[in-house]
Nanobody
Framework: QVQLVESGGGLVQAGGSLRLSCVAS????????MSWYRQAPGKQRQLVAI???????TYVDSVKGRFTISRDNAKNTVYLQMNSLKPEDTGVYYC???????????????WGQGTQVTVSS
């Protein structure tokens, strides 16, 4: 059973910083891409940042220069460092991973349960 567990969310004032973490656990054989998404109230889930299996990164325009995605492959962990936070960054942040398990050779998508980030003005 694979689990992705996020942590690090919370309430912060505009201009502040938070660091999110997501740990993938279970009988994992390999992980390809890991990403962060967010969902604001009343809106669809939106891709925020991607870290591919070859360690290239991509960001949505609204967070470029403020957010940084990174990975610790030895720990099956992906991070999202969020600086200069704005009220519009508020939402539930979800971790996503495309990975293979010991039981199944095919790549499958997994999601975390989400962590709330609230930025006050």
């Amino acid at each position: 059973q694979v689990q992705l567990v996020e942590s690090g969310g919370g309430l912060v004032q505009a201009g502040g910083s938070l660091r999110l973490s997501c740990v993938a656990s279970g009988r994992i054989s390999s992980i390809d891409g890991m990403s962060w998404y967010r969902q604001a109230p009343g809106k669809q889930r939106q891709l925020v940042a991607i870290s591919t299996g070859s360690n290239t990164t991509t960001y949505v325009d609204s967070v470029k220069g403020r957010f940084t995605i990174s990975r610790d492959n030895a720990k099956n962990t992906v991070y999202l460092q969020m600086n200069s936070l704005k009220p519009e960054d508020t939402g539930v942040y979800y971790c996503y991973a495309n990975l293979r398990t010991v039981a199944f050779a095919s790549w499958r998508a997994y999601w975390g349960q989400g962590t709330q980030v609230t930025v006050s003005s």
